[in-house]
């Protein structure tokens, strides 16, 4: 039996991981054996627990297999204090389970091209993996403050990192490149930064151990231009947490929508925490609009990496891309004239593509 803890925290959270909770519904009616248990993380935690990370999350998680989120925060926090706010239990709770890679796939539907914000024949056919550090680097680097010094006001944070860190999202990032074309980009910027001399030195020494992947180096700012100019010369990206974030982000807007961009993140047992690459969307919260294949294509990453059901998975990729096929749209990805799906019928298209499947 593998457990799933299901946080749906804040925002569209709830309104998403529903249609995500359908679909591993129905693959326990196929015969999978799963057990799901639910949760509070970030602002909803925080509500009605006085934490964004409570003890009975921290327990819960520790025991499962594998964690679906929907995402977390809003302006209603904004006062907060920075350790009590929603987004501090999401890197909390990666901190806590040491989730240090963070996979994050921007795969172009045919169906969408033209829903990308770069021409159909630039994105056609792309896909790409983005290998993001996440629990390193410069968020959480010390030393980091907001003071007065001298009379003045200083805001510092410190980009920082050691090879034994480097070197283990070096290795999932060479492993996940083998498994596809064997091309492995790592994005730094060793003309400026120290720390990005000593990661590009780490991912030279990990490159002897996969003879098969051709690794290359990207400064991040080059990176940037490349991703908008020519971006299926990418396989794999591997990067630092802060360079990933921004990286990862426009790669979405490549797909057409944020939307539609599932993640892993993973630690050296397996056990990962899969979310939608977006946030908590306040604007649409509550409207019934979302869509919630980022959400239900992260049930398909979790499925692969964290419960070994590679069949499965297939399954509900497939699924989701018969539904896309057949027409369903959500509002962020439909064109002019296309009917528009609430993010319960999406979810409800993926579900009865699921059973024909
Ligand atoms: P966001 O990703 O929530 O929204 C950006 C834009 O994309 C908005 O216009 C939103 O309506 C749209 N959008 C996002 N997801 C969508 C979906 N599934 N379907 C259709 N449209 C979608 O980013 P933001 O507005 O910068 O942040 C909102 C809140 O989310 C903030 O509190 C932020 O801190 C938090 N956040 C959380 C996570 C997370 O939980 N992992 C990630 C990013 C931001």
Partial sequence: MS???????????????????????????????LELETANLGGVAYDQEGSPFPETTRKLAEQADAIL??????????DVERHLRPEQGLLDIRGHLNLFANLRPALLYEDLAEASSLKPELVAGLDLLIVRELVGGIYFGQPRAKEIKDGRR????????????????AHVAFAAAAKREGRLCSVDKANVLEVSLLWREIMEEVKTDYPTVE?????????????????????????????????????????????????????????????????????????????????ILSVAMMLRYSLSLEVEAKQVEEAVMQALTAGARTADIAKAGETIMSTDEMGDAVLRAMRTV
């Fill in 3 to 33: 457990k799933i803890l299901v946080l749906a925290g804040d925002g569209i959270g709830p309104e998403i991981v529903r249609q995500a909770v359908k679909i591993l519904d129905q693959l326990k009616l196929q015969g999978c054996h």
């Fill in 69 to 78: 989120l929907g995402a977390v925060g809003g302006p209603q926090y904004d």
């Fill in 154 to 169: 200083w805001g510092y944070n410190t980009m920082v990192y050691n090879e034994d860190e480097i070197r283990r999202i």
């Fill in 215 to 295: 690794l290359s180096h990207m400064y991040v700012d080059n990176a940037a231009m490349q991703l908008i100019r020519a971006p299926k010369q990418f396989d794999v990206m591997v990067t630092s947490n802060l360079f990933g974030d921004i990286l990862s982000d426009a790669a979405a807007m490549l797909t057409g929508s944020i939307g539609m961009l599932p993640s892993a993140s993973l630690n050296e047992d397996n056990l990962g925490m899969y979310e939608p690459i977006h946030g908590s969307a306040p604007d649409i919260a509550g409207k019934g609009i979302a869509n919630p294949l980022a959400t």
